[in-house]
Structure formats: structure tokens, C-alpha cells
């Protein structure tokens, strides 16, 4: 408490004051002098003014108090010499006040008596004994009385808000013995009032004596922790009562609970806030069980009743909402636990609670929370005992739980979304009130209105679960859940698919719900959906086939129609009705047909439909054979008539003269009127072996002509140069058709018969079995070719295709990219045409031939004039496969063949022209890629002509590969460099099913990968009369004029296994499966591991477990790369990328290294895989940049262009060394001067230096690369030096620190001073940029060199003055490039200066701030350029105001003139 301040009574007599306390009195042992005693202090009393003996009431008090204990004090001090001792006198008054108070009766006026004696000095000591020798007398009064009538509780009661304490020793100790005996209604009393009794005169004793009664008493926990609470205790006192409180979390009653942790966090400061949220989170246990609560009805306006645990949760967000230390202390420790174990549910409801509570830490409570999430280490069952345990808590604060899920669902991450559906599926299961599920469907709805595809899809996806669940529940919500139809607009198709799916299961409930009313969400669906079909925009047309393929879908099901034989009737008429309807409004778009097509397949490929649907489907097919087949006799067509002046040939017939059909390609393509058929014909196929599929048991023996059949295409001498040239423009563009239309012909039958061999499931015979793969593997070659040839087709006369497959774009409001490159490139062509047509008119002409005359324009000249990169530039310019080959280049019909040769066939083709518009093809399907592993091939048998022809055919499928991986790897989850092509025609699959389909493919794709390197390594070369006799075996005409590359193709092989392998390490499904990735990484181990190349590491793991397979596949591929070194640079850089992402996803997968480990590197043996790892990657890395690239005998004819690929395998060298600034020092400082810019191929530095990769045609990557590294050296230790300031750094590693800031500025004066032997304008703009933003960083090392010059004065000054020697040269380079204008360099000048500048106003407040100012002054320097010379003009240097700073420092080297004065610092 807190007294009053007032005159300090006169101290009591030393004889009381220091006696001991007396003993209880024994109540039958009286004075006889007692009589004399009262009657002697009623006298005193009257003295003083009082009347002790009122016969009308209650003794009278005079009116002036202070008058009254002024004078009794007095009495009391001192004593005449005719009176007694003071110390008779107080016993004397002490005894009589000792019997009054035994046989007056308490009233407030003896209150009032009482108080006022106890605040008369000399006396309160013995007043207080005697009452508190009293109290004992008192202890069997009933709990629960008044307080008149509670003697025990008056007496507390006259102890309370005292103005002084005469002797606060003596009484507490009294009062503590008093306390130990006291019944426990009326111990809680006097401890709770302690603060109020003692006030500021707090001793250990009283401490240790509620310790000690704590330990025998835990129901007196709450009054002690209230007296802790409220009494002035010092730290020492302070930390004692804390740890009393720590001890009892786990023994105290769970009604006590909340008063502890509140005065827990409470008392928290600074110094023990990590102690007390470390012992809450390890001691508060949450059972997770629902409780009902102590009271169900609640009181507008009154406090929440919850039980137990949660009124332990409203103490806990109460007590962190106004401490913002306990957050901060939470959120660190929580950022520190990095495994599932540790969490628990009392960390969830940390986070959830200072989520609560508002906004100044809520962004940082979700980014941890979605971190935790995302890295695995907050489990869904976490949050279940959360929910589910304290229900009541969670209703109260429900917006908060919703806010957190829409949090979570919004991000980009899947774990983080799939966590926010589990919380809103929670939180719908969990509370089944109107009101609850109203706010979270009202959430959900929100959710589909974002812009977020990921959100949207996640929030449809749980939307379905929840309706196969809870239909019945949802139906009264139906008018919430139609807020979705709202966004229709903006869905993908597959979300458009999830929407009609959670529409169709609500439709089917409510028809199987006895309530009337619940059908208008049915009758509802219908009138949508046909509006949408009746639309004439595609766009509404697709919304609306998908929405009545997805009813036909839930009310067709044959496996779940209602009982009722009437209902049954009643959906099949409208479905048919439905269907009937769809169709006709689809006559009039081929799009929207193939989408009905597409649609429907996928239904028929997942359920069996009634049989009244299947028999109306039946009939729609039945049109396929008169309306896209042709009669055959004897293999010859009965109508050889020409179409559009065009004559026919049957291609690629499998089955001879045998085949009673053919596909009427040419008659279709040629009619104007029909020619639109043939664009749903592919998907008019695909529904038609859907459909046999299903009725014939998996079967399609059916329809197996098909995939033999011949194709009526133009005949094949219009692709030879005379027939080409005689051609129209449309008869041009009916050939291009033609083939396009065949082309996905082939890959509809391939996507429909690979299934026979996939599956195999029985429904085919051995013998068939052998028939379809052989014809398979014909059509596969067939479509190569045909592919091949429409390149070339649409090189020579570029044309848009039209779309077969209208799901290749997203949504409705974004293009696929390769449809925007086809119209920009259409339109270049357009726009080069014309401005080629002006040009001609006014460019002098120097008597062309009259075969330039006839010569037609080629794609490659139309790209040239439109300034496009053309497959050439590509060539050099990308790690490509084109790369491979650089005699491939497309030309005119003139320039590839002549008079009646027919147009070359180059395969591979790598000709960019086709790939623009191969979006609009049909996609092969996952069961395609089964085709992969047909091969059986051993190694005795790999020079087998069969297999080598068969190489272009696994070519494409693993080219096919690539792109579905690419098209499924995250947007987060991108490869160290940019490699492959961009994705192309996906198709619409999942990631679950491509999973399932490349299962199997590992051994395969680890074959073609040895085949084809084995090839290589042999060099052997196929003969083209091999090629072109295979190419003929399948049907294709004039295969003269095909030409292979072998070498191209197996160098093509291998780096596509390569990239197929990469992205599938990055694939969701093999985090979540580690079954998957051990048997990837099985597939890839080498038939010996060298284990004497691990000798670090011991022990050397087993075989068989995860460490070994990975060291197995590093082996494997480090294997590849030393072969890959002696023929092609491409190859053995695609291996190194490989190499670095086994290594990053064996320190994912197994564990992480840190840079302490890696520096030990060259100090001891390494312990751990990891490392390991990292050590031979980066001797791989610098196997590369030290190998000798030039060899005229193979692919390797220098660097050139290949700059960027150095790069990333100096970055990974670097990145991979022991030390990586000691590596910088050296090549920035010793191998970097050596390197010559002269304009060679590298032919004249190989004797220069160790590093053949180090030309000049590589020069500027390796400068930038030096570069960045030293810069992100430089930041680290900026962070380093910056979290240990607020430390206490000791000086050995200050030293340390201060010696690797002197590497970075060694490589950074070396860098820059390169600039004077080097005049490449790109050189000087980089060192300018990279010196502004070096001298930036080093900014902000100003504060730890300014704490630590004192200690080591001597590297401080060498650091500022070596650092001067760069600032020099970057103020000369700004100066030379303003002067000559060079505009590349001037925009990177202004940001430079100003961090020159700052560098100087730092040091010269560094070297004043140290008394050093001696050291430093300001000048100009003279205008000298990069050599040295003095500059006589002046004129673009006077207007620069740069003062500069100079150190003269006995020792230092100054690379200019002793009278300079730096013009920069």
C-alpha cells in the first residue's frame, strides 16, 4: 500500500520496540490487577478527550483526532517525574485495553476507537500483539458471516490501510505466525490482504511463508498470487515469487489455471519473458476433450461462461492483447521449432489467440502460421483438439478462426491451401447452427470471386466434398451457395467442372428429398443451363455443355438411380431432352461439338450411364462411318476423281490391300461446305472408343480397322518443287489442312489403342497384343513424318490451323501464349511483307538473275525483316536442342529441293514454325508414354538396327514428356536455370494420373539414357537407306528425300531423359509419396558406386537406403557428365544442372548443410552426405570450366554464345568451393588479368591461364559473375556483422570478420582496376553498376568498423584505403563515359556518385569520430582518364562537386601521383 506522508511519529522506547514478541497468553491466566488497569486507562482516555464508558451508546471520540493521538502520543513518549515509567504506563494502558476489548462488543464506533489507537506509535506495536493474540479466540466463527459479527475478520480489518507501521519487522513476523495457524477462509483473508496490511514492508520472510503455505495449501493459490500481484516487491523477490508461481502450473486445479497465467504473463519483463513462455509451453497441458460449460445461458452483456480450459484461453488472449514482449517471444520460439513433434496444441492457440486480437501483429501471426503449415510442421490434428475441444471459445470468437482459413486459402502454396479447407470443413462440421455455416459459406463465395486461380480451384474442390457429404444439410442453404453462379464468367473449365458438379449432387438430392420446395434447385439448374447452351457465344455455350454433361453425369449414373421406377423414367426424358438439345445448339460451332465430344468421353471413362443414354449416344456415332469413311476395293479408291484440281494417294496403309476402308481426308478438306467436319473429327473418335470401350469390356475390337487403315491425302508429287510452285493459294492451304487433320488422326488413335497395351487387363489376345504394338509404333513413325512435312508446309506458306482441342487455354480472359506468338508472328510476317514490297520499289537494283526473280520468300527471310530470332540465332543462343545442330535452317521449296525432288524431311525437326500453333492440337494422352517401354534391349544388342531406327519414335514421346512436366511442376518450385522449351499442347489430365503413368517408365527412360550415350560414345552412324526403308515400312510416301541425324537424335535422347528427370525430383506427388522417389532414384544407379570417392564419408551407408541411393545417382549422372565432356558442351552442362538438383533434393529429402560444414571442408574429414555431395559437385563444376572446349572433330567449335551456361557453372563452382571468397580472391585478382578480349575463339588464352572456358567470348559472364558473388558475400556478412553488434563480439571474431571484408574489397579494387586494360563500354558499365551497389552494402558495415577501430585500427584503415583505390577508378569511369557520351553507362551513374559521396562523408565521420581526423582531408583530383594521362579539358569535370577523402598511411600503396587527392572516396 501506499502511505500517507506525514511528520514521522517519535519512535517507540527501545525497551519495547527491541523486546521479543510475548507469547500467546493462556485465556484462563488474568491479571488481578486488571481492574485497576481498565479504570487507569479510561482515565488516559479521558485525558486525551475521550469517554471509554458511554452509557448512551459507544465510547464518544472527541471531534479533533488528530488532536487526540497527538496527545496520547505524547503521553505515551514521556513521563513527569511524579508519574510512572512510560513503560508501566503503556503495559498498564495495553492490559486495560486488553480487557475492554474482551467484554465490549464490536460496533463500528469500537472500529472507529481501535483505528485510531492503532495509530498512536508508542503504543501500536503492543496493540497489534495484543490483537493479534486474540484472533486465535475468534477462529470458530462460522464462515460466511457478516463482518460485525466476524471478530477474527474486524481485527484483520483494524490492520488495514494503517498510516505507518511503528516496527514492520516485528509485526510481520507476528502476523505470519498468526497466518500458519489460521482456518482457511480466514488464511485466504489475510493473505489477500497483505499488500493493504504490510504496504511496502516486504521482507523475504513473507515470501517464503506463502511459499511454504502454497506447498502445503494449494486452494490459497489464488490470494497469494493476488498479494504477489500487489505487493512492492524487489526483483530479487519478484523472481523468487515467479518461480513459487512456475512450480505450481502443473499442480494447480484447472479453475485456478487462469489466475496463474495471468499473473505469469502479467510479471513479465525483458529479462524473464523466455522462461515463462518456455515453462507455460511445456507444462500447460490441453486435453482437447469437449466440456460442457459451467453455464449454458448466457447473459447479454455478461463475461462468456466457458469451462476449464476455456477460461484458461480468455486469460491468455487477455494477457498477451496489451504485452507486446510476450508476442515477440512467442513468435521467435515458435520460428524456431522446425519439426512436427514440438508443436503443440498450446502453440496453435498461441498463435490463434494473438491472431485475436487485432492488427499490430497479424500479418506476422499469418506468415508464420502458413510457414509452419507449408514446411509440415503444424499437423491438421493439431488444429482438431482445438476446434473440437473448446467449441464454445471457438463459437465466441468464430470470425477470427474464418479469417485465418481465408488467410491460408488465398495463398499460392497447395499445403496452406489444402489447411485453410480443412479448417472451413472443420469448422462446418463442427457447428451445425444457421449462423455458423451461413459465415463460412458466405466465406466460401468470396473465396470463388478472387482472382487467384489456386483459390478458386481449392475452394470449388472443397465445396464438392462437402456436398457428397452433406447434401441434405446444404439444401437450405441453396440461395448462399448460388452466389457462385455469379463468377461462371471467369472459371477455368476444370473449376467450371466443380461448379456443375456441386450444383448436379445438390439438383440430385433435393429430387430424392420429400420436400416439395427443395426441387426449384433442380428446376433452377435446368433453366441455367439451357440459357447458357441457346447462347450464340462459344464462350456461354462451353459454361453451359459442361453444366448438362455434368447432370448427365449425377442424375444418369447407372449406379445411382432412385428406386422409384417412375423417377428413373422422368430423368432419362429430360436427360435425352437435355442431350438432344445440346446437340442441335452445337451444330452451328465445331467448337462447341468437340467440347460435347471431349466432355462426354470423360464422363463414359469414369461411370457406366443408363442404358437409355448410351443407346441415344450410340445412335449420334452412328454418322462417323458415312460421313468420314470411304469404301475400298481391292486397297483402291473407286472414285479417283481430283478435288479442288487436286488428285489423291492412299497414305499409310498398315493393312494392305486387306483394308476395306479408308479415312476420306482429301474429299473433306477440299469441299468448302464439309470441310468443317474434319475439325470434330478427332474428338468424334474419341467418344466412339469410349463408347466401345465400355460396351465391349475394355475391348476395341470393334473399330480395330481404324487403326490400320489407309488416309486419303493429296498425292505426293505436289510436295516436290514443280508441283509445289503450280499450286494456288488454296490448294496450298487444302495440303497444309490435310496433313494437320491426319497428323492428330494418328494421335487420337495412338491415345485410343495405347490404352489396349497399358492396361492389359485381358481384353486382348497375345497375337493381337504383338499386332497393335508393331502398328502402334508404325503410326507413331507415321505421324513423326507427316509433322515433319507440315513444318516444312507452313514454313513455306505460313497459315493459321484451326483448333482441335479448345482447352488449351486457361480461362476466358487469358490467351495462351503460343496463340498470342502465332498472331504476332502472322502479323510480322504481314508487316515485313509489305515494308519488304516499299523498300523494293526505291532500292537501286543490281540486275538480279531471273532465279532471284522466281525466288519465293522464306519464313527465315519474313523473320529476318520482323526483327524475330529465328531458329539460327536459336542455334547458338539457347541451350536448346537446336543447339545441336547447326545445319538445320529452313529455306524455300527452290532452296531445299529442285525440279521434281520432293521437299527434305529433317528429323528431328527443329524448326520453330509448327511449335507456334501446336497448342491446337489434339495432346497425347499419359497412356501414351506406356509406348516407352516397348524396347527390350541389352547390352549386347544395342548396335541392333531395329532399336537405333526406333530412337526418333522415343524421342518424341519423351519430348512429349517434358512438356506435361513442365506443364505440372509449381510456379514456386522453378529448376536453377531456365531449361526446355515452353509448354506447349498439355491436354487435359491430372497430376494423379500422369503420376500413375510414369511409375513404370524408370527403367525405361534409364535405357534409352545408356542406349544413347553408348551411342554416342561409339559414334556410329546409321545409313539413310536404313531410315528412309523403316520410314517406308509404315506407309510414308517418298522417303528419298528424309535425312537423320544419328548424333542429333541420341544427343536429343539424352538430354531430354535429363530434363524428364529433373522435373520429376520437383513434382508435388514425390514429396507426398516417398515410395515414388526411392524407386526414381532406384532406376538411376550406376552398376558400381566408387565408394573410395566417399572416403569422407563414414560410415559408407547400406544398400538400399535413402543416403545410398542418392550417392548411386550421383554417381550415375557424374559418369554421364565425364563422357558427355569429350563430345558436346550442351550435354555435359545439362548434367551438371542435374547434378545440382540431386543435390539440392538430397539436402531436402535427407537434411540441410550449413556454411560452418562446408568451410570445415578443407580442414577435417566431412561428416554427412550432404557435403559430400556439395564437394564433388563443385569438382564437377570446375572439371568443366577447366576442360579444353575446342575440338573441330565434334559438335564442340567453341564458346561462343555460351556465355550464359558459363556463367551458371562458374556460379555453382563458386557457390560449391571451401572457402568461396578465397576462390573470388583468386581468379578476381590472378586468373581474371590473365583473360584477353581480343576477338578469338579462345584459341589464343588457352596457354593464358588454367580455364580454357575463360575467352573472350565469355569474358563478360565471368566479370558479371565475380560480381554478384562478391556482392551477396559482401551482404551476408553485413547481416552477420549486424546481429552480432547486439551482441558481445569477441575480438577473434572481429578479426575474422574484418579479414573476409578485406577479401571482398580485394576482389572489388581487382574487378574495377580491370577497367584500365579493358575498354569494352559493357566492362565499364558493369563495374560501374556493380561498384555503385558494392560501396552501398559496404555502408552499412560503417557501424561495426566504428565500434571495433579502436581494438584493430590498423585492418579498419587498410580496409578504407585499399577500398579507395576502386572509388578512383569508378569516379574516372563516370567522368570518361559522360565525356563520350556513352549512353549504356550514363543511366548507372547518378545512383554511383551518390554512393561515392556517402562512402566519403562516412569515412571522414569514422576517422573524426576516432580522433584519427589528422588522416583525412578533402581535394580534387587532377582530370586524368584511365592510363594516367592528364586530361587538359576540364569541361565535364568542373561541373562535378566530389570531395573525396584521402588517408596518408605509412606503408599504403598509391597507384597514382604522390600530389593527388582522390576525386572520389
Known sequence: MVFLSRKKPPPPPPSSSSAPPPKFPQPQKKSTDEPDAVEKMTAILAEAGCTLNNPYG??????????????????????????????????????????????????????????????????????????????????????????????????????????????????????????????????????????????????????????????????????????????????????????????????????????????????????????????????????????????QNKLKGKAPAYNSEGSILHALRSSLRFKNILCQEIIKDLNGLEKPRDFKVIDIWLLILMYMNGDPIRKSIEKIFKKKVVDGCIQEALLDQCICGNKEFVKDNFGSFISLAEHLLSSKEEKAREFGSHIYTRLFEGFADNYSRQEILGALVTHVGSDNKFEVSSVLEMMTVLVKKYAQQLLPFSSHINGILDYLEGF?????????????????????????????????????????????????????????????????????????????????????????????????????????????????????????????????????????????????????????????????????????????????????????????????????????????????????????????????KYFAAAGWQSLTKKQREILSLSLYYAANWIRELLNAFSSQIDKRDGCISQATEKDVTTKLLMRLRNLIFLESLLNNLITLSPQS?????????????????????????????????????????????????????????????????????????????????????????????????????????????????????????????????????????????????????????????????????????????????????????????????????????????????????????????????????????????????????????????????????????????????????????????????????????????????????????????????????????????????????????????????????????????????????????????????RHEWIDETTDNKGLKNKGEMVQNILRIYLETSGSTSDLLDELACTILPQASLSKSTGEDDAHDHEFPTLCSATFRGWYKTLHEENLAILNKLVKVVSSEKRQNCQSEATEAHLRDIQKTVNVIVSLVNLCRSHDKVTIHGMAIKYGGKYVDSFLKVFDFLEAHIQDHNELVIQLVKDLQKATRTLQTLCSEAKGMKQTAITSKIPATKRSLERFLFHVKALLHTTSRGSNFWMGSLKHKDLRGQIVSSQAYVDNETDEVEEETMSGGEDPMEADELPLSP
Open 492 to 716: 477455368t473449365v476444370e473449376n467450371l467442372h466443380k461448379v456443375y458438379e456441386v450444383f448436379s449432387l445438390l439438383a440430385l438430392s433435393a429430387r430424392a428429398s420429400p420436400d416439395s420446395f427443395r426441387s426449384s434447385v433442380s428446376n433452377e439448374l435446368m433453366m441455367i443451363v439451357r440459357k447458357q447452351i441457346s447462347h450464340p457465344e462459344l464462350k456461354y455455350q462451353k459454361m453451359g455443355l459442361v453444366g448438362t454433361l455434368r447432370i448427365v453425369s449425377s442424375l444418369g449414373d447407372a449406379t445411382s438411380v432412385p428406386d422409384c421406377s417412375s423417377s428413373q423414367v422422368s430423368d432419362c426424358g429430360e436427360i435425352l431432352e437435355l442431350l438432344k438439345t445440346s446437340v442441335d445448339s452445337c451444330r452451328q460451332s465445331n467448337l462447341a461439338l468437340i467440347i460435347f465430344y471431349d466432355e462426354f468421353a470423360a464422363i463414359l471413362n469414369q461411370k457406366l450411364l443408363q442404358p437409355e443414354i448410351m443407346e441415344w449416344i450410340g445412335k449420334h456415332l452412328g454418322e462417323f462411318e458415312s460421313l468420314f469413311l470411304a469404301d475400298l476395293d481391292n486397297g483402291e479408291m473407286a472414285n479417283k476423281s481430283s478435288y479442288s484440281g487436286l488428285e489423291g494417294d492412299l497414305w499409310m496403309n498398315l493393312d494392305g490391300s486387306i483394308s476395306p476402308i479408308c479415312l476420306n481426308i482429301l474429299a473433306l478438306a477440299s469441299s468448302s461446305s464439309e470441310s468443317c467436319c474434319l475439325q470434330i473429327l478427332p474428338s468424334n473418335f474419341l467418344l466412339l472408343s469410349s463408347v466401345e470401350r465400355l460396351t465391349n469390356g475394355g475391348s476395341l475390337a470393334g473399330i480395330d480397322a481404324l487403326l490400320g487403315c489407309p488416309l486419303h491425302l493429296p498425292s505426293s
Open 58 to 295: 459507544p465510547p464518544c471520540l472527541p471531534s479533533d483526532l488528530h488532536a487526540f493521538r497527538r496527545h496520547l502520543t505524547t503521553r505515551f513518549s514521556s513521563c513527569s517525574a511524579e508519574r510512572d515509567s512510560v513503560s508501566d504506563l503503556r503495559s498498564v494502558f495495553v492490559a486495560g485495553f486488553s480487557s475492554v476489548l474482551s467484554t465490549c462488543s464490536s460496533t463500528k464506533r469500537d472500529d472507529s476507537l481501535v483505528r485510531n489507537l492503532l495509530l498512536v506509535s508508542p503504543i501500536q506495536l503492543d496493540l497489534q500483539e495484543t490483537l493479534l493474540e486474540k484472533l486465535p479466540e475468534y477462529f470458530d466463527v462460522v464462515s460466511g458471516c457478516s463482518l460485525e459479527e466476524d471478530v477474527a475478520r474486524l481485527i484483520i480489518n483494524h490492520f488495514r490501510w494503517l498510516d505507518f507501521i511503528a516496527n514492520p519487522d516485528v509485526f510481520t513476523d507476528k502476523l505470519m505466525e498468526v497466518l500458519s495457524i489460521s482456518p482457511p477462509h480466514l488464511k485466504k483473508e489475510i493473505i489477500g490482504s497483505l499488500p493493504e496490511i504490510i504496504g511496502d514492508h516486504i521482507s523475504r520472510a513473507v515470501v517464503d511463508s506463502l511459499e511454504k503455505m502454497l506447498q502445503e495449501d494449494s486452494s490459497v493459490v489464488v490470494p497469494v498470487l493476488d498479494s504477489f500481484s500487489n505487493l512492492n516487491l524487489d526483483d530479487q523477490l519478484q523472481e523468487q515469487a515467479l518461480t513459487v508461481a512456475i512450480s505450481c502450473i502443473r499442480t494447480i486445479d484447472a479453475e485456478h489455471m487462469p489466475y496463474l497465467l495471468r499473473f505469469l504473463l502479467l510479471a513479465a519483463t525483458q529479462a524473464n519473458v523466455r522462461r515463462i513462455i518456455s515453462q507455460i509451453r511445456q507444462q500447460l497441458k490441453f486435453t482437447g476433450i469437449s466440456q460442457p460449460c459451467a453455464s
Open 801 to 1185: 490451323l484451326p483448333e482441335l482441342h479448345p482447352y488449351s487455354a486457361t480461362s476466358q480472359h487469358t490467351e495462351h501464349p503460343e496463340r498470342k506468338n502465332e498472331k504476332r508472328k502472322l502479323q510480322d510476317d504481314d508487316a515485313s511483307q509489305r515494308k519488304g514490297n516499299m523498300k523494293n520499289k526505291f532500292k537501286k537494283s543490281k540486275q538480279p538473275s531471273v532465279d532471284e526473280h522466281l525466288r519465293q520468300p522464306t519464313i527465315l527471310d519474313a523473320f529476318k525483316k520482323a526483327g524475330v530470332v529465328t531458329s539460327q540465332t536459336q542455334l547458338h543462343e539457347n541451350p536448346s536442342p537446336s543447339s545441336l545442330d547447326g545445319r538445320i535452317a529452313s529455306g524455300s521449296m527452290h532452296e531445299t529441293c529442285s525440279g521434281d525432288e520432293s521437299l527434305s524431311v529433317k528429323i528431328p525437326q527443329l524448326s520453330p514454325a509448327l511449335a507456334a500453333q501446336r497448342f491446337k492440337f489434339r495432346p497425347l494422352l499419359p497412356q501414351c508414354l506406356s509406348i516407352l517401354k516397348f524396347p527390350k534391349v541389352q547390352s549386347q544388342n544395342i548396335r541392333n538396327p531395329e532399336y537405333k531406327t526406333e530412337l526418333p519414335l522415343y524421342l518424341y514421346l519423351l519430348q512429349d514428356l517434358h512438356t506435361k512436366l513442365d506443364s505440372l511442376v509449381p510456379p514456386g518450385k522453378l529448376l536453377p536455370f531456365k531449361r526446355g522449351s515452353p509448354p506447349g499442347n498439355l491436354g487435359r489430365f491430372k497430376l494423379v494420373e500422369l503420376v500413375s503413368q510414369i511409375k513404370g517408365l524408370f527403367p525405361s527412360l534409364r535405357m534409352h539414357l545408356n542406349t544413347a550415350m553408348s551411342l554416342l560414345i561409339k559414334g556410329e552412324e546409321t545409313s539413310q537407306t536404313i531410315w528412309r526403308d523403316e520410314f517406308a515400312k509404315a506407309g510414308n510416301p517418298n522417303t528419298s528425300n528424309i535425312v537423320v541425324s544419328d548424333s542429333l537424335i541420341y544427343t536429343m535422347v539424352c538430354k531430354e531423359v535429363l530434363l524428364c528427370f529433373s522435373k520429376m525430383l520437383t513434382l508435388p506427388g514425390f514429396e507426398t509419396d516417398k515410395s515414388l522417389l526411392l524407386d526414381l532414384l532406384e532406376a538411376f544407379q550406376p552398376t558400381d558406386i566408387p565408394v573410395d570417392s566417399f572416403a569422407d564419408l563414414q560410415p559408407f551407408p547400406s544398400p538400399g537406403t535413402k543416403d545410398y541411393l542418392f550417392i548411386g545417382v550421383y554417381c550415375f549422372y557424374e559418369d554421364i557428365l565425364n563422357n558427355a565432356c569429350s563430345f558436346s558442351f550442351d550435354l555435359a552442362f545439362e548434367c551438371l544442372l542435374t547434378l545440382q538438383l540431386v543435390v539440392t533434393s538430397a539436402q531436402k529429402y535427407i537434411g540441410k548443410v550449413s556454411e560452418e560444414v562446408i568451410k570445415k571442408r578443407c580442414v577435417g574429414p566431412i561428416q554427412g552426405l550432404v557435403p559430400s555431395l556439395h564437394a564433388k559437385l563443385g569438382t564437377s563444376a570446375e572439371k568443366l570450366l
